[in-house]
Structures are given as C-alpha cells and as structure tokens.
C-alpha cells in the first residue's frame, strides 16, 4: 500500500515537472516520494530513528534513514490513519497518547513497517517518540542505540553529545559492517552547509512585507528538510524555493493576493486534508508566513570538528530544552516576521503542544501577539469537525481586526 502510495506520487509529480508545471513545494514533495520508496523498497538499509538524529550523517553512510513520525504523517496525509490508530488502541495503547505514535504503532502491528536494519532513538524532543522506536526494536528484533540529547550547551554537553554520536558511529559500523568515510562525510557536509545558507536565505525572504509564501508552501517544510540534508537534492529543493521567491518579490507579486493579517504556527500543521489554511486565506485574508520550525539555530558545521557541529546542531532545536528557551525562540519569530497572531495546534496528548500552550500564550501576549490555542488531533481525522473550527478561526480573525 504505501509503496504504491509512494510510487503514484513520484510518478504524479514527475510528470507534471517534465511538463513544465515545476513549483518549489512539487520539487520538494517528489524528494519526499523518493524517501518513501527507499523506505520501502526492500532493497535499501533502513534505519528508523528520531526526530533529532543526524540524518546527513547516516546518509554519508550509506543508510536510509527516517524519523518514526514520519510514517505517521503520511498515513494520516493519505486519509488512512484511522485504521491504524485503531489497530494500536485495540491492543491496549492509550487513546491519550500522540497519534503520530499511535498511527507508526499500528502500522508495525498490520506489517506496514518497512523492517529496518537498526534503530536510533532519541530523548528529544518527546520520551513517547523514543518508546516507540523501543517497541519497534523489539518487534523486529533489532538492535537499538539511543541518543541522551542534553538540554543545553552548558558545561561538558556539546562534548558529551559528539562522544555519544561517535560511539553511534561505531555501532553502526559493528551491526551492518560500513565504516564511515572521511571523504563522503566531508561531502555530505559540505552539502548541509550549502543547504543552511539556502534556507537562511529563503526564511530571509519570506519576513518580506508581504510575504512571498503562501500558507502552504513551507509547511513541514523545516523538519522534512532535516531528512535530506547532506544531499544534492536539498540543495535542489532549497534552491527552487529560494529562486521562486525572489523571483515573486522581483515581480512585485506575491503568492496570494491578500495578506491582512500575517501569522505564526507553532509546532506541526495539521497532517490530514483540512480547509484551515484555504480558509484563512480566502475567507479572513489571513497568511501563515512562518511555522516554528522554519528556522536555522545552528551554525555551520565545522569540516574539521562534524561531530561536534553535529552535536550542537542536535542541541539547538526549539523542542529541546525549557519552555522559557521554546517561548523566547517563538518570541524572536514573531517579531521577525512581524505576525498579527499565532496559531497553536496543541496536538492531542502531546508536552509540546499541550504541556506548554499556558506559558506559550503568556509569552506571546506579552509582546502583544495574541495566540488561537486548538484542541486538535493533527493525525486523526476522526476527530475534526470543520465547523468547529471556522467558528474559533472566525473569532480569533475578529479579534485581530479589532487590534488593528
Ligand atoms: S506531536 Fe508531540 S508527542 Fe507527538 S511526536 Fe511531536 S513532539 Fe512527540
């Protein structure tokens, strides 16, 4: 099924590239097509990770590698994940818990899991995360190694986390025999830094008053790209985007005509098809111009210290840390991109979205940016109702005029 699914996509948007309907946000989605067939090809070395491994790294490898999550997502972006959160709760899993989790759990239980070679789990951003990738070592009889992120960079971290991402080194070379070498890992390398520059310059371009992004074109976009860095094609990816918007800003023309009020979302969009963002910008004139995870927090790795620039890179993501760090990140974006609002889905059973939206909102109100606090399962459709939520959109998109 998600071969197929995989496959259809690939060959969709192939076609119309070669047949000259190219847009950033198709260039972008063919690389997630062809992640997805390796993924399932049977005939690549997979490693199912969490969200913060350093995926250049294991791509320098030799190894396709992919954050649990991910799965998740493109069941519930195919309308099938229903069926599979089901298939998780059945056995006894909460119906509290994430339904990124419940969805990747499931589709392990129905065999829809490409079985990987090893697995690396990671304490961030979220323990629910790394108990999965445990079960699903278990499941498949793999062996696991796990990534202790600190929480800062304080004393001996960035040292400890570079040590620990050496001995991942070594245990991937002790289970599947490759070692990693010097010359590919400086390629890759080299490869993540021409990437950061393009997205840096890409986010640059979409603070413009008005933006040159449409609500659309960037979601998910930073935690997928993560996927990629390391390679020849997201240089690629990053690239079209970034022409494209010079391109619009040259032209005077932006992506939607509208731009009234100008949003921040906070955290992951919502996975499954939904009218919020059509609605926002046909109806209310409103555009989101920057997700929280649009944003470059490491520096350029260093060539002769990867490890350590690895390691910091790991460490510097919003997620990671003390809600104060998360909220005054989200505080900085919001001032960048001059937002009239923000947009907080609090996905269902999640610390991120859930456990901080109080100290979140306090910390947007304070600069005077008013925040829209969903209660939403990102993953389950089940459980939307469109009505529901134009009401709240309604609301909120009120406000904001009053504010103007
Ligand atoms: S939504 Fe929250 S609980 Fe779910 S994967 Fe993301 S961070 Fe973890």
Not at 264 to 288: T, Y
Request: charged content about 25%.
């Amino acid at each position: 099924m998600m071969m197929e699914y995989f496959e259809q996509l690939e060959d969709g948007l192939r076609k119309a590239i070669a047949s000259g309907q190219a847009s950033p946000r198709k260039i972008y989605s063919l690389e997630v097509a062809r992640l997805g067939k390796r993924l399932y090809s049977g005939t690549n070395r997979v490693a199912w990770c969490g969200i913060t491994a350093p995926f250049d790294l294991l791509g320098a490898m030799g190894i396709t590698s992919c954050f649990v999550e991910f799965i998740g997502a493109m069941l519930a972006s195919t309308g099938a994940a229903g069926e599979f959160i089901e298939a998780t709760e059945h056995i006894g899993y909460s119906s509290d818990s994430c339904s990124y989790h419940r969805a990747v759990t499931g589709a392990a239980i129905k065999g829809l899991m490409p079985e990987p070679e090893f697995l690396i789990g990671t304490t961030n951003p979220c323990s629910g995360g790394l108990a999965v990738i445990e079960n699903l070592a278990a499941h498949f009889k793999k062996k696991l190694f796990v990534l202790h992120v600190p929480q800062d960079e304080s004393g001996k971290n960035v040292r400890y986390f570079a040590d620990q991402l050496r001995d991942m080194t070594a245990f991937i070379t002790d289970v599947t025999g490759i070692t990693p070498d010097p010359e590919k890992l400086k390629m890759a390398m080299t490869n993540t830094n021409r990437t950061r520059s393009i997205l840096a310059e890409i986010y640059d371009l979409a603070r413009g008053l008005p933006s040159p992004v449409t609500s659309k074109e960037l979601s998910n976009f930073g935690i997928v790209m993560a996927l990629f860095l390391g390679t020849e094609e997201a240089v690629n990816v990053a690239e079209a985007y970034r022409d494209e918007f010079k391109h619009r800003l040259a032209a005077g023309a932006t992506g939607r005509p509208k731009e009234k009020f100008r949003l921040l979302w906070i955290q992951n969009r919502i996975q499954f098809k939904n009218p919020i963002e059509k609605l926002l910008e046909d109806e209310f004139g409103a555009r989101i111009v920057i997700d929280e995870l649009n944003d470059i927090t490491w520096d350029p790795i260093d060539l002769d210290d990867i490890y350590g620039g690895l390691a910091r890179r790991s460490i510097s993501i919003p997620f990671n840390g003390t809600i104060e760090k998360r909220v005054s990140h989200l505080r900085k974006l919001a001032k960048a991109y001059q937002v009239d609002g923000a947009v907080n889905p609090c996905n269902w059973g999640c610390r991120q979205g859930t456990g901080a939206r109080g100290l979140i909102e306090d910390g947007l109100k304070e600069i005077g940016v008013p925040v829209l606090n969903l209660e939403v399962d990102c993953v389950d459709s089940r459980k939307f109702t469109e009505g529901q939520f134009r009401t709240r959109l309604e609301a909120f998109v009120e406000m904001m005029e009053s504010r103007k």
